[in-house]
């Protein structure tokens, strides 16, 4: 015992201490949030201001609704609370302080042609005088057809937000031609909010469960970022011995399987540290920092302690099976890299069960959600998913954690008795056979 | 021999690796406070003989039993090993290191750090405690992997080709550790198949070649036992007494000197007292022991 606890010590301060995990720590959130906020960011950016556009409107009625629809689409379309043209989402500040159109009106000499009005614009635009011209044609409110010339025809965009705005524009032009004030009509297209109650096992109406979804597809993602983080630390860890030639020096002191747990823990140890201090530094952000903000927004579902006691459960059942299989592999390969090739499989079977998680918690009791939650690759995700939609029979859970620490303990085995011959040969990956071979034999 | 004598004891012990016998019917005593040699070619068996007395793998079949019990974890900790394939953490500090090998064997905490200061300094590795192990030379690391195996003061230790890769002077440094070893009452195996040393150190041997023992005993025993009876002869005169073939086998003639093979059954002292007697001028009279080197390349070839 006291043999385990120093190989899991060793294994522990050497990867804490080390460089990497510091850097790792400190900059993985930063990362993570840098994904998530960049895009946005970089998506939203118009490089090039505001476009110009100008206006040949043949109606010659339309021309100030339109440019209004343009220059303050954004507020209008936040009044009237529809979605949103993915131009337009993003960092813009409420209010459209900086406009994405500049409209111009095309004055029309009367008798001259429409056509040579447009070779005029085309010429302007190739300029670079206006980026853009709309050409509204005499039966546009009947038709609803009109034309956009633009020298950049890639920014589609543009050609969208264009088209969503000059659309709000007509239909208001047409209501207001019908007698009817679109502003009322604004009114009356209200959004319903439809409040969503679960009734639980006890009758109770109660707004539980309402992040039933979240909270599944959350520990299904954390099993899978632990995993994606630390397998590949996992298969280093067991094949570290085998590349510093020290597996028989180790193995005439402790058993191959003591060793082999050390390294499983040890990395699992720093998994949890590391984890520990993203989830106190959340904390503290949340509580000083950003508390005010964070406070409005965000708010956790209330859930049950019986559900958190499963999540963990759970999560741990399957933070070890897949754990273990990385850890399968490294008694099989020469190097971690040759690892992770293998590996691809099982980083495969843990997204497909992270999207199982989705028809099973929109019919949690169907067989189908039954078979899946009890196969224990897929059981750490859609069970826990089906117990925060409708709690499933208790024999179920029992029978599905059973099935699922069973797995880790028929993987532990078969793992030392493959690291245990593994860990000794040199120079080459054991083939199926032989990792059959060797695990028989014992 | 008494049975406390005896340190390790492999009676008929057998490995094979599927189709391949890797040691077959092996059986040896090593006897306490002796360094023993093990020897044999590349292959022939050595480290799996070892892997079974460390009890890395088990034998098929046989009994090995260490300071007379059958072998047990509790008594493999009395053992120290020094494998052929070397090995290091690379990125961890030399004494941290040690520690850590200390406690795999059972030490505590002060107990392994005080070993720790006492075999680096007699390794002259005093200053590099503090290192990492892969700022060290080759030769260093050699001696940090030798204080790995002797750490926790085993009384047995196994060495395999423990002068690999080293150069003379931390060669004669190892050298001297491992007599002082010897001459504190540890036995040791050495297992090598560079027979100069082995003919340096060793008190007894044991020749495998393709997994079988082809001979034992005490050096002295295998090189009498193996004598051809060779005599180195300078001398004038006295050729009759050696073209007497009830006395000489075989004579090889050098530039001034001459390689006389003892006739079976004759001796040695006979034909100086011949030669004296038959009034040859005799300068150089000397019974010459076939090098351990011969009798493992004779041995060894003659099982290939």
């Not at chain 1, 301060?13 to 959130?29: D, E, H, I, K, S």
């Not at chain 1, 009509?185 to 959004?191: E, K, L, M, N, W």
């Not at chain 2, 002295?220 to 006295?238: D, M, P, Q, S, W």
């Not at chain 2, 050696?242 to 000489?248: E, F, G, Q």
Request: proline residues 4%; charged residues 20%.
């Amino acid at each position: 015992m006291s043999r385990l606890l120093a190989i899991i010590k060793r294994e522990y301060v050497q990867r804490v201490r080390a460089r990497m995990f510091v850097v790792a720590t400190v900059l993985g959130p930063l990362i993570m949030l840098a994904f998530a906020v960049v895009p946005a960011l970089i998506f939203s950016f118009n490089a090039g201001g505001p476009l110009r556009v100008a206006v040949l409107d043949e109606t010659g009625r339309l021309y100030a609704r339109v440019r209004d629809a343009l220059q303050n689409g954004a507020d209008e379309a936040a009044e009237r609370g529809a979605a949103q043209p993915a131009g337009g989402a993003g960092a813009r500040p409420a209010g459209g302080g900086a406009a994405d159109f500049v409209v111009s009106p095309v004055v029309l000499p009367s008798g001259r042609a429409a056509e040579e009005a447009k070779a005029e614009l085309d010429e302007l635009v190739r300029r670079g005088t206006f980026d853009a011209y709309l050409v509204l044609p005499r039966d546009v409110l009947a038709t609803g057809r009109a034309e956009m010339y633009v020298r950049n025809l890639g920014d589609e965009f543009t050609v969208r937000q264009v088209q969503e705005r000059l659309g709000a524009a007509l239909r208001d032009e047409r209501l207001a031609a019908e007698g009817i004030d679109p502003a009322r009509v604004r009114a009356a297209g209200g959004r319903v909010t439809l409040s969503a109650r679960k009734i639980g096992a006890g009758g109770a109406a109660a707004g539980a469960g309402r992040g039933s979804f979240g909270l599944a597809f959350g520990i299904g993602f954390f099993i899978y970022l632990t995993i994606l983080l630390y397998g590949q630390v996992i298969l280093g860890a067991v094949v570290e011995e085998k590349a510093t030639r020290l597996s028989e020096l180790l193995f005439s002191a402790v058993k191959p399987f003591t060793l082999m747990m050390g390294k499983l823990l040890g990395v699992s140890l720093v998994a949890l540290t590391q984890f520990a201090i993203w989830a106190g530094a959340f904390l503290l952000v949340t509580l000083y920092g950003a508390g005010a903000l964070a406070a409005g927004r965000i708010s956790l579902p209330p859930v049950a302690p019986s559900v958190v006691v499963y999540a963990c459960l759970f999560f741990l059942m399957g933070y070890f099976l897949y754990a273990t299989i990385y850890l399968l592999l490294g008694a099989m390969v020469q190097t971690a890299q040759e690892g992770g090739q293998l590996a691809l499989p099982v980083v495969f079977m843990l997204v497909m069960s992270l999207y199982l998680a989705v028809p099973v918690i929109r019919s949690p009791t169907s067989p189908f959600a039954v078979w899946v939650s009890l196969v224990p690759f897929s059981a750490p995700i859609t069970m826990v998913a089906r117990i925060v939609a409708e709690p499933p029979p208790a024999w179920q859970i029992a029978l599905s954690l059973a099935v699922g620490y069973g797995t880790v303990a028929l993987l532990v085995w078969l793992a030392a008795r493959v690291y245990r011959v593994g860990m000794l040969m040199y120079g080459k990956r054991a083939s199926l056979p032989e990792v059959v071979r060797w695990a028989r034999r014992g | 021999m008494a049975q406390s004598d005896v340190t390790l004891e492999l009676a008929g012990v057998s490995k094979s690796f599927d189709e391949f016998a890797a040691v077959s019917d092996l059986s040896l005593q090593v006897r306490r406070g002796r360094i023993f040699g093990l020897l044999g070619p590349n292959g022939a068996g050595k480290t799996t003989t070892i892997r079974m007395i460390v009890g890395i793998t088990t034998p098929d079949a046989g009994r090995i039993s260490l300071f007379g019990r059958p072998l047990t974890p509790e008594l493999r900790d009395r053992i120290g090993y020094l494998p052929e394939e070397r090995g290091l953490y690379k990125k961890m500090k030399v004494g941290e290191q040690l520690r850590f090998f200390g406690a795999l064997k059972g030490l505590d905490g002060r107990a392994a750090a005080r070993a720790t200061d006492h075999w680096l300094e007699r390794m002259q590795l005093s200053d590099w405690q503090t290192k990492k192990t892969d700022e060290l030379s080759k030769g260093m690391q050699q001696k940090v992997q030798f204080v790995a195996a002797v750490l926790h003061d085993p009384d047995l230790l196994i060495l395999d080709e423990p002068f690999s890769g080293l150069d003379p002077v931390s060669t004669e440094t190892l050298r001297n550790a491992i007599l002082e070893l010897q001459a504190a009452g540890k036995t040791i195996i050495l297992s090598t198949h560079l027979m100069e040393q082995a003919e340096k150190l060793c008190a007894d041997i044991c020749l495998i070649s393709r997994a079988r023992k082809v001979l034992g005993g005490s050096l002295r025993e295998v090189k009498r036992g193996y004598g051809r009876n060779l005599i180195a002869l300078r001398a004038e005169g006295g050729d009759g007494v050696l073209a007497d073939s009830a006395l000489v086998a075989a004579v090889k003639r050098h530039s001034d000197e001459a390689e006389v093979e003892l006739a079976p059954g004759a001796d040695a002292q006979e034909l100086l007292r011949r030669l004296v007697a038959a009034g040859a001028t005799v300068n150089r009279f000397e019974q010459i022991e076939p090098s351990l080197n011969d009798i493992f390349i004779e041995r060894v070839s003659a099982t290939s």
